[in-house]
């Protein structure tokens, strides 16, 4: 762990301390399976609450960016924001749609097809605020640990979906699962990446959660075919493209992994499966 990480984690506690009589928050406890960033659950007055705090402050700016663009569509309300903090609404009863697999995948195909649809009609920032999918993956063309035939299917299929592409809409980037959330009759999204790009995209990301439970399941092949059928009559694309999508964006996320220093073997699974369904 880094110097900077050490410190932070020492002054967490003040700063959850500053925080909760700045915004008079009560009843903070955090949220399970943390990941990157630290997340409390609370209350201001009666507003339930999630308080967000990073170390990446960078990564903060860029997921209120986001959050404010797609404000009206669907995503979480911000309720404050500072340097390496976000308080934002929090989804009551705050279930994923992990919950739903394998029992009910159908109606969370259908509930995040119309998460989706409502993400898409925010109009795009004019200040070139996010960037392009094409941006994303210029990762491709680097050298990386993984198959050369995986790399080549990979650029040669995403350029020709780039080349053939539908009308850019303002994307999620990682609509999947746990960025699903219950709240009340409805269902509110989470974690924005904020990237530009036509829609058959966005849906790669749900179609390879959640991880790892989808391929522990024996009929892994058939659910990613179904999820590509339901999608394609949600959209009203192509199968083959949403299925070329889901190749290409699995070995993009193989070589994030590498980068990151996570285990691949997962995604690298995944894509073995991917590249035999595509080749089919």
Known sequence: MKLVEKQWLVDLPSLIAQMESLYGLSALKPFENLSYNYVLSGFQGAQAIALK?????????????????????????????????????????????????????????YITGQCLKRLHQ??????????????????????????ENYLQKARKLRDGLL????????????????????????????DPKGVIGEAAYEVAAFIRNPIPELLAENTVEN????????????????????????FVEAVLSWCWDIEDGLDPNYIRNLSIRLDAIVSN
Not at 84 to 95: F, K, P, Q, T, Y
Not at 135 to 145: K, N, T, V
Request: charged share 25%; proline share 4%; aromatic share 8%.
């Open 163 to 190: 080349q053939t592409s539908a009308k850019d809409v303002l994307l999620h980037g990682d609509l999947h699962h746990d960025n699903i959330l219950h709240n009340g009759d409805d269902w509110l999204v989470i």
């Open 122 to 147: 925010a109009p795009i920032p004019k200040n070139k605020t996010f960037p392009h999918i094409k941006d994303w993956l210029m990762a491709l063309d680097q050298d990386w640990p993984i198959p």
């Open 223 to 246: 659910i990613i075919h179904h999820r590509i059928d339901l999608f394609a009559k949600i959209l009203d694309v192509a199968q083959q493209r949403i299925l070329d999508w889901c």
């Open 53 to 109: 705090l990073g170390i990446d402050k960078d990564a903060l700016q860029r997921e209120a960016a986001a959050l404010k663009a797609f404000a009206g569509f669907g995503v979480v309300k911000i309720l404050a924001e500072s340097n390496g903090m976000l308080l934002l609404e929090r989804a009551v009863s705050g279930v994923s749609l992990k919950s739903y697999f394998p029992e009910k995948d159908n109606e969370a195909v």
